[in-house]
């Protein structure tokens, strides 16, 4: 069935190619509309969890393959590459992420997940589908531009390792080196069809740290015979939010947050440890370090208040590797923007950033010699829902919600004709 959709698929964009030139890109996007809902749809009703993706990987690889990429498998796990060379110029990355998440679907929609307990909760699907309507735009308008167009489909986003597994699979060694990397990420508190963007700093570092609070264990009822690591887990808990309070500038956003504690067997039994899982969030470098630097004093400090020996001192540790910010870069950004802003008019709003994870973050550090980036942000919530909303994204599912159902028809317009539109100005003809 797919097989015989793609060739009808490839047949369309041929015979379009040359009126591609004399038709708008928003009046292509919008032929090119049924198709791309039917690959969303699929893909909405098939997630796969992170580094499992492998029917999504298949299906997208096929599709790019039947448009004259180049198409390579396997980049970091089930990544995908996919190049098409086009004469001389710069070479411009185009991503999208791929994996679902671990939420059992509760939209009720027609195409809703059939895999229990997995669903598209943060949009991937919607990335996947303008991915390949940009890339179709992209191979029929050949005659527009000039360089060479690198496109990725990244495992792993929702676990921050994706993006590392492609770049240490030789990303940028295998394949030609992009100077440019653009992505977009779908938002809950944005009507549909409308783009946002933070200049600089838009999604943060973050760090997922371990403290192992350890104690001497023993009777719940002879508490003075031990050094108790739950009361000692508490004080710490308490002592780090004074860390982003009081030694972090109020015009330096950061975030401490203790998610989880875990400790002890039954109630009258003093355990021997106690352990904190943290999530920690920044932007600068600096502010990390100094993060992590206070994390580390105050779990020693408040041990040593407790009368801790030296042999019982809080471990911290990392869970996992960190995932740096995503920074829009300029002048990237501020031309990328402008183009937005003479396409879409006033459907293009600039908005705060995000204390939230993108690993998108990596393709800008990932190379020494630096790489420009962009990601923005295309809005997801049906008009209808926003004004019965008010406007308040407070009232509305989140992304990772259960109830999280994009709009998809103008979504998915908006993000193929903003993809395709930054990819042409990047690479037209000089």
Same mark, same amino acid.
């Given at each position: 069935?797919?097989?015989?959709?793609?060739?009808?698929?490839?047949?369309?964009?041929?015979?379009?190619?040359?009126?591609?030139?004399?038709?708008?890109?928003?009046?292509?996007?919008?032929?090119?509309?049924?198709?791309?809902?039917?690959?969303?749809?699929?893909?909405?009703?098939?997630?796969?969890?992170?580094?499992? *993706?492998?029917?999504?990987?298949?299906?997208?690889?096929?599709?790019?393959?039947?448009?004259?990429?180049?198409?390579?498998?396997?980049?970091?796990?089930?990544?995908?590459?996919?190049?098409? *060379?086009?004469?001389?110029?710069?070479?411009?990355?185009?991503?999208?992420?791929?994996?679902?998440?671990?939420?059992?679907?509760?939209?009720?929609?027609?195409?809703?997940?059939?895999?229990?307990?997995?669903?598209?909760?943060?949009?991937?699907?919607?990335?996947?589908?303008?991915?390949?309507?940009?890339?179709?735009?992209?191979?029929?308008?050949?005659?527009?531009?000039?360089?060479?167009?690198?496109?990725?489909?990244?495992?792993?986003?929702?676990?921050?390792?994706?993006?590392?597994?492609?770049?240490?699979?030789?990303?940028?060694?295998?394949?030609?080196?992009?100077?440019?990397?653009?992505?977009?990420?779908?938002?809950?508190?944005?009507?549909?069809?409308?783009?946002?963007?933070?200049?600089?700093?838009?999604?943060?570092?973050?760090?997922?740290?371990?403290?192992?609070?350890?104690?001497?264990?023993?009777?719940?009822?002879?508490?003075?015979?031990?050094?108790?690591?739950?009361?000692?887990?508490?004080?710490?808990?308490?002592?780090?939010?004074?860390?982003?309070?009081?030694?972090?500038?109020?015009?330096?956003?950061?975030?401490?947050?203790?998610?989880?504690?875990?400790?002890?067997?039954?109630?009258?039994?003093?355990?021997?440890?106690?352990?904190?899982?943290?999530?920690?969030?920044?932007?600068?470098?600096?502010?990390?370090?100094?993060?992590?630097?206070?994390?580390?004093?105050?779990?020693?400090? *408040?041990?040593?208040?407790?009368?801790?020996? *030296?042999?019982?001192?809080?471990?911290?540790?990392?869970?996992?590797?960190?995932?740096?910010?995503?920074?829009?870069?300029?002048?990237?950004?501020?031309?990328?923007?402008?183009?937005?802003?003479?396409?879409?008019?006033?459907?293009?709003?600039?908005?705060?950033?995000?204390?939230?994870?993108?690993?998108?973050?990596?393709?800008?550090?990932?190379?020494?010699?630096?790489?420009?980036?962009?990601?923005?942000?295309?809005?997801?919530?049906?008009?209808?829902?926003?004004?019965?909303?008010?406007?308040?994204?407070?009232?509305?599912?989140?992304?990772?919600?259960?109830?999280?159902?994009?709009?998809?028809?103008?979504?998915?317009?908006?993000?193929?004709?903003?993809?395709?539109?930054?990819?042409?100005?990047?690479?037209?003809?000089?």
């Amino acid at each position: 069935m797919w097989k015989i959709w793609i060739v009808a698929v490839a047949a369309m964009m041929v015979a379009g190619a040359d009126g591609a030139r004399a038709d708008s890109l928003s009046n292509s996007v919008r032929a090119d509309l049924p198709s791309l809902l039917y690959l969303y749809h699929d893909l909405h009703r098939h997630p796969e969890l992170s580094g499992k *993706e492998t029917r999504t990987a298949a299906l997208l690889a096929e599709q790019m393959g039947v448009l004259g990429f180049k198409v390579t498998t396997g980049v970091g796990g089930t990544g995908v590459v996919a190049v098409m *060379e086009n004469g001389s110029g710069p070479v411009i990355l185009l991503r999208t992420d791929m994996d679902a998440l671990p939420v059992s679907e509760a939209t009720g929609v027609s195409y809703a997940s059939v895999e229990p307990g997995v669903m598209h909760a943060c949009g991937h699907d919607i990335h996947m589908a303008s991915w390949i309507g940009a890339a179709r735009r992209l191979s029929s308008m050949k005659g527009l531009w000039s360089g060479t167009l690198v496109m990725i489909a990244q495992p792993a986003e929702e676990t921050g390792s994706g993006a590392k597994a492609m770049l240490e699979d030789g990303l940028f060694t295998r394949f030609p080196r992009p100077e440019a990397a653009i992505a977009f990420h779908d938002a809950a508190d944005m009507p549909a069809g409308t783009i946002g963007y933070s200049p600089g700093n838009t999604f943060a570092n973050v760090d997922s740290v371990d403290i192992l609070v350890r104690g001497v264990g023993g009777h719940g009822a002879y508490p003075h015979n031990t050094r108790d690591p739950v009361v000692l887990a508490a004080k710490i808990v308490l002592a780090l939010q004074t860390i982003v309070a009081r030694e972090v500038d109020p015009q330096d956003a950061a975030v401490i947050t203790v998610g989880r504690v875990e400790g002890g067997t039954k109630r009258n039994v003093i355990p021997s440890a106690v352990k904190l899982e943290l999530t920690v969030r920044s932007y600068s470098p600096d502010t990390r370090e100094k993060l992590l630097a206070a994390i580390e004093r105050v779990a020693r400090g *408040e041990a040593i208040a407790s009368g801790m020996p *030296e042999d019982r001192m809080p471990i911290v540790s990392q869970a996992e590797g960190p995932v740096p910010a995503t920074v829009n870069t300029e002048p990237l950004t501020a031309r990328v923007i402008s183009v937005f802003e003479q396409r879409f008019g006033d459907r293009v709003k600039r908005r705060p950033p995000t204390m939230a994870a993108e690993d998108f973050g990596r393709f800008r550090t990932g190379d020494k010699a630096g790489i420009q980036s962009l990601l923005f942000w295309v809005g997801g919530v049906s008009q209808e829902k926003w004004d019965a909303a008010g406007g308040d994204a407070a009232k509305l599912p989140s992304l990772h919600s259960p109830l999280w159902a994009p709009d998809p028809e103008p979504t998915i317009a908006t993000a193929t004709e903003a993809m395709t539109a930054a990819a042409l100005e990047l690479l037209k003809k000089r």
